[in-house]
């Protein structure tokens, strides 16, 4: 992961991208602890986060970092994908040790580092098939071709990247089959979407409880709800018939919801900031803006 793989990342997406169009989907916040299970779950990444990260004690900062990074090196806010690798590539290198099994890692290991980019792209990928429009099998491998050329900007090495979506499925099949594993970050991760801590420390605690209960219960219910199969039960997670049907009638909820909500709320802010400046430089060129359509 060097200076010369970054520079040949090739094309990044851009306005009109599906990329773009349905990364930054507002239904993705549902999904956003299953991502984070998927990531945590690979032994390499656990170690790592409970060693080196301030999830557990601080994880509305560290939810917060992770956004601004994501929305830096996929909709190229601040200096862009590259910049936003090669800090992310500085800031990796002293993630190493061994972990509880003796097993010695480091953040930087090329399965691992190129298993999170994997995850952001099954995110986007669950989050459109679940609460707005599936994928066609072609947006599939015209969205990878554009988070592949991502990948690289960050400076994961071209073999380590999937030649295209059925290769990358499959690949992600095979590590929840032969590489994830409960640790102690995947039972981190699931108390803190349970249990949320305060945001603020002056929020009072009645009034928090009140909003952190049934958020709390909603979140867990669609992280473990969209979890492979294999892998919640890998977690020991009980997942019921009663549990699906509860989850699928949210999704048809949140569907209806997200595709009649007005194009503002369809992205998370920060994005829809870069898609709104992005269309106002096209107009200036072209005239032409692009509507973002429901994921």
Known sequence: MDDDTMAGAGELPGPGSVTWERFAAAPGVFLAGTGLLLQVAHPVV?????DHSEFKEKPWVRAWRTHLSTIR???GMGQGAHAEGRRLLELHKGIKGVDS???RYHALDPEAYAWVHLTLAKYMVDTAAWFGEPFTDAELERMWREFRAVGL???????HLAPGWKAAQSHFDEMVNSTLEANRSTEDVLAALTHPKKPWPLLPDPLWKVVAVPSGRLVRMTTVGTLPPVLRER????WTDRDQRRLERFARTVRAMYRRAPEPLRLAPLAYGVVLRARKRARANTGSPRSVRAA
């Open 46 to 50: 656990g170690a790592g986060v409970l």
């Open 73 to 75: 090196f996929v909709y």
């Open 101 to 103: 099994e003796g097993r």
């Open 153 to 159: 900007a960050l400076g994961i090495k071209p073999q």
């Open 235 to 238: 977690l020991g997670l009980p």
